[in-house]
Every structure is written in structure tokens, then in C-alpha cells.
Nanobody, 126 residues
Framework: VQLVESGGGLVQPGGSLTLSCTAS????????IAWFRQAPGKEREGVSC????????SYARSVKGRFIISRDNAKNTMYLQMNSLTPEDTAVYYC????????????????????WGQGTQVTVSS
């Protein structure tokens, strides 16, 4: 069982970046998916999630309207499209998967996620 992220890097303020996360050893379609991030000295926070089956989404207030979560079941891959990036978005981004829907409501609860990627660094700087 593995989640492998890619797509992180350095981007200028106002720019865009798309993260990818490919699963192996299990099927993403039957699970809730999410992206979390952790900035230096801060707790890991939920950024966005998409529930299994019905694909209802939820976003943190700080990214709503700028980030879009999606999944491609044929590729067993999830994505996070990030637009209008600011230095406050700088963090290590993690993808994660939850066997239920409990981790994806108004609060994106990391305790419900049992599979995690290794993280990819996103730095927003001029």
C-alpha cells in the first residue's frame, strides 16, 4: 500500500501548481481522499477532501475558491490544483486516504486517514 506525491516545487506569488498523488496496492475510488499541509512550526492542517462514492468536496476556508481537488479513477490518482498562490501556502503537502467518510466534513479530520503519502514541498516565493 503506497501513496506517492509529485508536482511540488518553487512558484512565484500569484502562480499555480498542480500536485498529483498516485495510489498502489489499493483502489482510491472506494475511499475518501484528502490533501493536508504542514508549514514549519505549525500543525498539519486539512486543505481539501473528497468523499468516496458521491465525491462531495470540502475545503479549508483559507484555500476555498483557489484550490480544486479531483481524482482520476482510471489512473488511481488524485490531484490538487492550486491557483493564486501566496507565501502563506508554503508548506509540505501530503495526500491521504480514509476508508470511511468521517474525515471529510466541515472539519477535515486527519485522525480518520490511515494511508499517507511522504509529502512534497511547495514553496511560494519571489
Amino acid at each position: 500500500v503506497q501513496l506517492v506525491e509529485s508536482g511540488g516545487g518553487l512558484v512565484q506569488p500569484g502562480g499555480s501548481l498542480t500536485l498529483s498523488c498516485t495510489a498502489s496496492g489499493f483502489t482510491l475510488d472506494s475511499r475518501t481522499i484528502a490533501w493536508f499541509r504542514q508549514a514549519p512550526g505549525k500543525e498539519r492542517e486539512g486543505v481539501s477532501c473528497m468523499r468516496r462514492f458521491h465525491h462531495t468536496t470540502s475545503y479549508a476556508r483559507s484555500v476555498k475558491g483557489r484550490f480544486i481537488i479531483s481524482r482520476d479513477n482510471a489512473k488511481n490518482t488524485m490531484y490538487l490544483q492550486m491557483n493564486s498562490l501566496t507565501p502563506e501556502d508554503t508548506a509540505v503537502y501530503y495526500c491521504a486516504s480514509d476508508p470511511s467518510t468521517y474525515g471529510c466534513y466541515s472539519t477535515i479530520d486527519r485522525r480518520e486517514y490511515d494511508y499517507w503519502g511522504q509529502g512534497t514541498q511547495v514553496t511560494v516565493s519571489s
